[in-house]
């Protein structure tokens, strides 16, 4: 555009120099016709400028919203049973990771229990490093229902006969067309109080039409060992006064040879590490499974 202002001045000053008394009189004449021209000239770069700026941030924006979008599914994609928090994993997930054990029909067992039972339930969920941690933040703080592969455990640590009857049962039998059969794993916390589970247990075969299991309290050791005598009375009571339609599955029996022959360890003398409880995970859904 400067270089047509230009070429127009030149013309106009051969043209009328001689008419109008010279050169300097035709520049004095064209001088606002000139800086009108330049005027005109710096409005229209600066917005071609404008528009080749707002074109370059349009550009930027629909990057970032595609990378943006496509970060989003690649973080999709690689979340699993091993990055989802406790009490989160959906039955479509649950599913889509294939298990050791599947039920007929893909139901599923109802587990509920208190913190052993969550360590069962982190044991298939998360992976070694990661089981300690979440472990004891559901000890700690959560009541929650998740899914595995084989189960929908209602699980809180803890918790005792008063808790099962209020929360941990209701809340399993609310998914009874979901699942097969009913498993139990209470009784460390308050194991004083074994008639109260054993009559509520009986009950539960009147009002439901389920199989329904009820696992043995495991061993401690440690400084927690000086428990084990109040474990197996208790142990000792589900055996003998237990419906005979409940199923017992002696998991006391299994842990303590897996302690005492050294493949199996706690944590701290009460919850059982990352791969004794998968161990007993596993040894629960076989006793249900193939009793």
Request: hydrophobic letters at 35%; aromatic letters at 10%.
């Amino acid at each position: 555009m400067k270089r047509k202002v230009k070429v127009i001045l030149t013309a106009a000053i051969f043209t009328f120099c001689t008419a109008i008394g010279g050169c300097k009189a035709v520049e004095s004449k064209l001088e606002p016709v000139y800086e009108a021209l330049l005027q005109e000239d710096s409005v229209q770069e600066e917005k071609s400028v404008q528009a080749s700026e707002n074109q370059e941030m349009s550009t930027k924006e629909d990057l970032s919203e595609k990378e943006s979008a496509s970060v989003e599914d690649k973080e999709k994609e690689t979340v699993g049973f091993t990055a989802v928090p406790a009490g989160t994993v959906t039955v479509e997930e649950a599913n889509s990771s294939a298990g050791p054990i599947r039920l007929a029909g893909d139901k599923k067992i109802l587990l509920t229990g208190d913190s052993r039972t969550v360590c069962l339930y982190c044991s298939q969920i998360y992976d070694e490093a990661e089981y300690p941690k979440h472990v004891f933040y559901n000890i700690d703080e959560a009541t929650f229902t998740g899914y595995t592969n084989e189960s929908i455990v209602v699980a809180k640590g803890g918790e005792g006969c008063s808790w099962m009857r209020a929360v941990g049962i209701p809340n399993a039998v609310s998914h009874l067309e979901e699942a097969d059969a009913l498993v139990i794993w209470f009784g460390v916390n308050d194991l004083h109080v074994a008639s109260d589970y054993i009559n509520y247990v009986n009950g539960l075969v009147q009002q439901y039409d389920i199989p329904i299991y009820y696992m043995t309290i495991g061993p401690c050791n440690g400084h927690w060992e000086q428990k084990n005598s109040e474990v197996l009375a208790f142990n000792s009571a589900l055996t003998q006064m237990l419906d005979p339609k409940v199923t017992v599955i002696d998991a006391y029996g299994y842990i303590k040879n897996g302690l005492d022959s050294g493949l199996f360890a706690t944590m701290d003398g009460l919850h059982y590490d990352y791969y004794t409880s998968k161990a007993i995970y596993e040894f629960m859904v076989e006793q249900v499974t193939n009793p």
